[in-house]
């Protein structure tokens, strides 16, 4: 009966060694532990094995538990921007998804998605917990924050919409996009505007005469105006972005790795095949 | 580690690991030929004529070598004592709730399963001389209970229950209680442990070092679940 | 059966030390050092027992009884080993506010370099 045990001490140590996620190690320690203590209790040591379950089993698992819960994600900041990332009855889908998921696969970690809105991004960027961001994100779209740009997945364009019938009143855009490379804007006459949502009402109201926003977004924004506004509305590009993803400047292994899948799919012709999907 | 590719200094590692075994199994073999003898027979003729302690075990960490539980009192004190430091230094996550998990079925279960947890480590703690147990498994034990009491109601209302500002302070007039029973104990030239007044002493003296080790490890607890997930 | 079983324990120290040595993550060799403690403390009790050794507690029967002392010895240990591990989790998470990764040869750099930029 004893041996049956020692043997499954000598099994469960050489499991925890060759794990690759924390917590499955913790658990199997537990297990090591109660094991123990079961092999104190059939010597005759009912007060070793009392003190070694309650310590050894609860106590230690529970501050490892507590203290790693955080560890074994990868946390992904997102706004919702449907084909790219979007809730669809509860399940999240998307073009960014399907990548992002590939490279937890690989790292053997799980991957945690928050989405936010656009006025949240900068200060998620600054929280420690944030490790890639995703949503349709471009070079322009946040300029130097302290963020490594990957290598681009899909190509699309800045797009400008006008309303020819409105004169003398600003072109707008969302707040923080680097508009000084784009020639056809007076740069005095941007507006600013926190989401795309009071970007669309302004627009509607008359209080803008067009803005300037990507491809992606333009889409969703053209859903909002008003039949008689889209009569009137004139869209023409302005130049092109590339749709990348954005992890924070330390995190360089991170960077790296996501640099490796996006090449590995552009190569073997996956990352056509999940656009394909998605966008025709 | 992988095991294709070893590398020198792995080999290395692994050699003198291999040689240190194979010294200890060698001793272990050859003491064997000489006779492993039993080491505790002195303490059992000792103990056999104290009616008071029936479990042996607690007869030698408790009545004669009573110095390991007091300096292992400390180091647990002093463990306790780094957190508590620490925790003072430190502010709390940002983003941190009070509650661990939310659900209704846990709320339930565990308000009702917490007393009888609290009760099973108070019963091992005092009984230590009767039967396996002793003060730390039950200390450890009823911090464990109040932690899933914590899952029901939030770790911050605790504080109220428990009156943790009371005892935070107490905690150290129990050290110096069970202090006052070994010098007691070493000085007086009776013998403190036998007879009606032995088990009122032994019983004082298990039940304070529950509370401590009680006290101490819903500290440790609290200081985990306020900062869970930074590692 | 004694040499046996105490033989098979000193085998997971063994186990302990190596993956204490060998691994880069800091909370995987923290686990190994747990492995070795647990393993150590089973061996101090099992050099002196047999399987079927009735439990040290008085009218326990006329059979063969477990020695308390090492039993007693080790109790202390138990508790001595988890007072230890709280406090390394303590210094895990100063560590890792303060580098940003759990891997030692990277907090050995940074450590270095530390020191070389605050005493020229």
Known sequence: MILFFLFLLLVLAGAVLIQKRLLNAVILLGVFSLTSSMIYFLVGAPDVAVTEGAIGVAFVTFIYVLALSDQGKLHVVTEEIPPFFYQDKGRIQGIEYEILQQLADQLSLDLEVEFVKHSDLPSQISSRRTEIIAGAFYKEYLPASGLNITLPFHQASLAKIVDTQIENAPIGTLTDLDVTDIKEIDAERISRFNALEDLMSAYNKEKISGFISDSARMSIALNQITTQKRKTSEISQVSDINYTFAIPSSEVELTDKLNELLENLTKTGQLEKILDRYLR | ?231 | MTLFTSTISILVVGLGIIGLILKKNVLMKLLSLNIVNTSTILFFVLIVSEQGDRAPIGSSGLARMADPLPQALVLTSIVINFGVLALSLLFTMVLVKRYHTLDIDKIETSVKRDYKEESP
Not at chain 2, 93 to 119: G, K, M, N, Q, T
Not at chain 2, 126 to 131: N, V
Not at chain 2, 135 to 158: K, P, Q, S, W, Y
């Open chain 2, 1 to 231: 580690m992988n095991i294709n590719r070893l590398s020198l200094k792995e080999i290395y590692v692994l050699a003198i690991v291999v040689i240190f075994l194979l010294l200890i199994i060698y001793a272990i073999f050859s003491q064997q030929q000489t006779g492993l003898q039993r080491v505790g027979g002195l303490y059992l003729k000792k103990l056999g004529a104290n009616p008071n302690i029936r479990n042996y075990v607690y007869g030698i960490y408790g009545m004669y070598r009573f110095y390991d539980t007091l300096f292992e009192l400390l180091i647990f004190s002093t463990a306790v004592l780094g957190i508590t430091i620490f925790s003072d230094l430190e502010e709390s996550r940002e983003s941190s709730s009070s509650e661990l998990i939310e659900s209704h079925v846990v709320d339930a279960s565990a308000s009702f399963l917490y007393p009888i947890i609290f009760l099973l480590g108070l019963y091992l703690a005092y009984s230590a001389h009767l039967g396996p147990g002793g003060g730390f498994a039950g200390g450890v034990i009823a911090g464990t209970g109040v932690l899933l009491l914590a899952i029901a109601i939030g770790a911050d209302r605790i504080g109220q229950l428990f009156y943790e500002q009371f005892m935070k302070k107490v905690e150290y007039l129990i050290l110096l209680l069970v202090l006052a029973i070994v010098l007691c104990s070493a000085v007086l030239p009776i013998d403190i442990y036998t007879g009606n007044r032995g088990t009122a002493v032994i019983i004082i003296a298990n039940l304070s070092m529950g509370a401590k080790v009680f006290i101490g490890s819903w500290t440790i607890l609290h200081f985990f679940v306020k900062h869970r997930g930074e590692i």
